[in-house]
Antibody, heavy 119, light 106 residues
């Protein structure tokens, strides 16, 4: 059974970079799309972007100018860097694996990690 | 980009009620729709994919239907553990998006 675990600092200062890692275990890592999704407190889900195992990426236009998602296949890790953060970036950040013929839905999710942006 | 609009945003129900949540897309969906249930402090849980296929382990009181731009999630007889927030989600042109959520309340 595949498991995803997010990790990283729980507090980031405004204008700095939010960096998180998602470690994948217990299942296939290859040939999947790995996404980051966030949820501000009390609000809905927002897709940030994905990376394919082979390295291709795509981002939500709302984040495209200040986000990078990368992959370390040797460590089974997917990373998120969100630059120049503000208080509006305070959220629970989830990583998720896309499944389906077109990778159109998310069957596996991490538990999420809360990141607060504050000085 | 395709926008998903759920209705209602809040839904009050009693145990045993039949409830339906609607998700409308701003354009026809090329890859169909998924539904998730989320409880406080937890990650979303996949309920239905491809509009009507029940994820393994999900109770049969959940069902989904629809195509094109209008989709529905139905709970045939609400149970106490079903009070949660529900989201629809789609993929189009390599971009994912979610509906704004429907909170099912007792």
């Amino acid at each position: 059974q595949v498991q995803l675990q997010e990790s990283g600092p729980g507090l980031v200062k405004p204008s700095e970079t939010l960096s998180l890692t998602c470690t994948v275990s217990g299942g296939s890592y290859m040939n999947y799309y790995w996404s980051w999704i966030r949820q501000p407190p009390g609000k809905g889900l927002e897709w940030i972007g994905y990376i394919h195992y082979a390295g291709s990426t795509n981002y939500n236009p709302s984040f495209r100018s200040r986000v990078t998602i990368s992959i370390d296949t040797s460590k089974n890790q997917v990373s998120l860097n969100l630059y120049s953060v503000t208080a509006a970036d305070t959220a629970i950040y989830f990583c998720a694996r896309a499944d389906g013929v077109y990778s159109e839905y998310f069957r596996h999710w991490g538990q999420g990690t809360l990141v607060t942006v504050s000085s | 980009d395709i926008q998903l609009t759920q209705s209602p945003s809040f839904l009050s129900a009693s145990v045993g009620d039949r409830v339906t949540i609607t998700c409308r897309a701003s354009q026809g969906l090329p890859n169909s729709l998924a539904w998730y249930q989320q409880k406080p402090g937890k990650a979303p849980n996949l309920l239905i994919y491809a509009a009507s296929t029940l994820q393994s382990g999900v109770p049969s009181r959940f069902s989904g239907s629809g195509s094109g731009t209008e989709f529905t999630l139905t709970i045939s007889s609400v149970q106490p553990e079903d009070f949660a927030t529900y989201y629809c989600q789609q993929l189009s042109s390599h971009l994912y998006s979610f509906g704004q959520g429907t909170k099912l309340e007792l």
